[in-house]
């Protein structure tokens, strides 16, 4: 947002286009959630043209997901602020615990690749993010601090004193929010491809997003949240990955991800985060339009004696698109903190 260009660029990146904007309100009304197998079947198919549309070549194969049946099955359930929290544990039998927090529109399944990795030296814990996932849908409204409740919550359930807790996106608003609220619980705060402040002039894109989930359903929503995501290359090289997170789009209720994205909408932490006070690292990707790396500079600034890291050909969901790096990233700052 340092020029108009860029600006132009984020604010299509955070909320919508203009023109989606004044379509917003328009449209059919989304299929209903007794209906499960109808709407599933209707955006897969619209959800193949989109990546279709969006260069992803290849053939996509079957209706489910790859590995979805196995994370079902890992996956427990546990009441936690009120909110039935789906939660998948794994990693050693004793040592400290990583907690992973997830992006909008995505599920614990996004963090695939550095829960393996980090399982083999850690506790290792990832959530579905009320309103995401498996996880219980509450009514609206939602906040931060709620969501930063829901983390206190499922750790205090789970007998998780303290943790390292990796956030991107909306898991790092969470994750700023969770060491303001309740600093005590962290050992270390990794905040991915995120910000701490959008302010007023982007609301109309937030409130358009979340009218579009509500009147249209997700299926709409999941071209322009894959471009957001990755980089083209990306995209083009990776079709069958594309086509799971295609699926991390449609499995969000349209009523959660609505209601996070106002709650994300109003985040305005900059000024607080010189109290927190934890071993922090900032990552971003370098082609991130949706939190652009101006956002993760000006978190690194605010965060006395924080690392930053910005990784090459990688767009918003850096973890994914660059995953080696990201873990590698991760692992190497996690093993100079104290435990």
């Not at 969006?54 to 359930?77: F, N, V, Y």
């Not at 924080?306 to 767009?315: C, D, G, R």
């Amino acid at each position: 947002m340092e020029c108009k260009r860029n600006c132009n660029r984020n604010r299509a990146g955070a909320g919508a286009s203009r023109e989606q904007c004044r379509k917003a309100g328009r449209g059919f009304r989304s299929p209903s959630r007794s209906a499960p197998a109808a709407a599933s079947a209707a955006g897969l198919h619209h959800g193949r043209r989109a990546l279709a549309g969006l260069g992803c070549g290849g053939r996509l194969s079957g209706d489910r997901i790859p590995g979805r049946e196995t994370l079902l099955k890992t996956a427990k359930q546990i009441s936690a602020n009120g909110v039935t929290v789906n939660y998948e544990i794994g990693g050693l039998d004793s040592g400290p615990w990583v907690v992973f927090s997830h992006s909008l529109g995505c599920s614990k399944a996004m963090w695939q690749p550095q829960f393996d990795a980090l399982a083999k030296s850690y506790r290792v814990l990832r959530y579905d993010i009320r309103g995401h996932g498996a996880s219980s849908t509450p009514p609206a409204p939602y906040s931060l601090d709620m969501m930063a409740q829901d983390v206190k919550a499922l750790c205090d359930a789970l007998n998780i004193e303290k943790c390292h807790f990796v956030g991107l996106s909306m898991g790092g608003m969470i994750g700023q929010t969770v060491a303001l609220n309740h600093p005590e619980l962290l050992l270390s705060l990794t905040l991915a491809d995120t910000s701490s402040h959008y302010g007023p002039d982007l609301m109309p894109f937030w409130e358009a997003r979340s009218q579009t989930a509500l009147m249209q359903g997700m299926t709409p929503l999941v071209a322009p949240s894959l471009e957001r995501w990755f980089t083209a290359p990306f995209r083009a090289a990776h079709p069958v990955l594309m086509q799971e997170a295609m699926q991390w789009v449609l499995d969000t209720p349209s009523q959660g991800y609505a209601a996070c994205c106002m709650a994300i909408a109003v985040i305005d932490t900059t000024a607080r985060l010189k109290e927190i006070k934890v071993p922090a690292q900032v990552i971003v990707g370098k082609d991130d339009l949706a939190t652009p790396p101006a956002m993760s500079e000006l978190i690194h600034a605010r965060i006395a004696g924080s690392k930053l890291l910005v990784l090459e050909s990688a767009a918003h969901i850096s973890s994914v698109e660059q995953a080696r790096k990201f873990t590698d990233a991760l692992q190497g700052f996690l093993a100079g903190v104290p435990a």
